[in-house]
């Protein structure tokens, strides 16, 4: 289940990337880099190249809103997240935040004290009533809205969102972390 959340928040960008630098050359590079590593080397490196691309391609961005744009009005805390959350119906790896309203414009927060500049958390921003089982969750992350958090960047702008919502994450970090969502 985490792979497909994973595949599902950001398939549109991650085909464009692989068509525009060829999947050929790709896997070529992926399986030379591998020789004499193990499993957690390629994994780390797995990971780290993907939010590489997923950086490159525009992942996690609004299309219409600058990341670093502000405005006087002060944000409140609506809902939080964190690493160490209980997993959504025992489901290992699938962290859900608590439903929060929404009208116009949500701001996500993270926190990961011992990360770096390229350690962050992935998650999607999903309407609450898509929450009833695992079925229907993956529709919700299909077409929920994605945000890419990472040391260098902690904070990103999610617009056009009304109603109620969670947000959900499945792919694990090393680190610690908080996401914190906030409106205004």
């Known amino acids: 289940l985490p792979q497909t959340f994973f595949c599902a928040c950001f398939s549109r960008r991650f085909t464009l990337v692989l068509e525009s630098v ?12 591998m020789e004499g590593m193990t499993m ?6 797995i990971v780290g190249a993907l939010i590489v691309v997923m950086v490159v391609a525009g992942c996690g961005r609004p299309e219409d809103h600058p990341a670093a744009e502000t405005e006087s009005a002060a944000w409140t805390t609506v809902a939080t997240l964190t ?13 859900v935040s608590k439903p929060f309203e929404a009208t116009g414009e949500v701001q996500v927060v993270m926190e990961m004290p011992d990360g770096g500049q390229l350690e962050g958390v992935i998650a999607v921003i999903v309407p609450a009533e898509q929450m009833a089982d695992h079925r229907t969750l993956m529709t919700g992350i299909r077409q929920g809205e994605s945000v890419m958090l990472v040391g ?4 990103q ?3 056009g969102l009304e109603g ?7 792919v694990p970090s090393a680190h610690d972390w908080t996401l914190t969502v906030q409106t205004r």
């Open 22 to 33: 060829g999947a050929d050359f790709i896997a070529r590079v992926v399986v030379e880099c």
């Open 40 to 45: 957690k080397d390629i994994g780390i490196r």
């Open 83 to 95: 690493s160490g959350d209980e997993p959504w119906q025992d489901i290992a790896g699938i962290l």
């Open 152 to 155: 260098a960047q902690p904070t």
């Open 157 to 159: 702008v999610v617009t």
């Open 164 to 170: 109620s919502f969670v947000l959900v994450n499945a």
